[in-house]
């Protein structure tokens, strides 16, 4: 059964970026965004209700996550300039397949980011 997860480790602190705030939005084929649901990551950097998409509610399409960094490392106490750097990270992907498993880890710190599709 498909599903879409996510998990955020933060590599200055070298620890998952509990409480971290991220918005899940579909891209819908005429260009509008539709939020889905804002969320708070939990002790591991992840959701606590598990996948951010289950089975029944996951369609092929566009997707958008953003990942508000620039708060999350604020709220750790990091000196940030303003602007910051790294303020939310957007990562625009596809679900081609809505029975497939589909995860996007992040790698971040208040000057890098990275990802890729995990398993």
């Known amino acids: 059964m498909g599903h ?3 998990h955020v480790l933060d ?3 070298g620890c998952p ?5 991220l918005t899940l939005q579909r891209i ?6 539709e939020t889905l649901q804002h969320i708070t990551l939990n002790t591991d950097g992840r959701n606590d209700g598990g ?11 566009r997707y958008r996550l953003l990942f508000s960094v620039a708060a999350y490392f604020r ?10 750097f790294i303020d ?12 497939g498993h ?13 990802t890729y599709r995990g398993s």
């Not at 106490?77 to 910051?84: A, D, S, W």
């Not at 939310?88 to 992907?93: G, H, K, M, Q």
């Not at 589909?102 to 980011?113: E, F, K, M, T």
Request: charged share 10%; hydrophobic share 40%; net charge negative.
């Open 4 to 6: 879409l997860s996510t």
């Open 11 to 13: 590599t200055m602190h």
């Open 17 to 21: 970026a509990a409480g971290m705030q």
């Open 28 to 33: 819908h084929p005429d260009g509008s965004v």
């Open 51 to 61: 996948a951010l998409l289950k089975a029944e509610s996951m369609l092929q399409g």
């Open 75 to 84: 709220q750790r106490g990091v000196t940030l300039p303003e602007p910051p």
């Open 88 to 99: 939310v990270v957007p990562i625009d992907f596809g679900i081609h397949d809505a029975q």
């Open 102 to 114: 589909y995860h996007v880890p992040l790698l971040v710190s208040p000057w890098s980011y990275a």
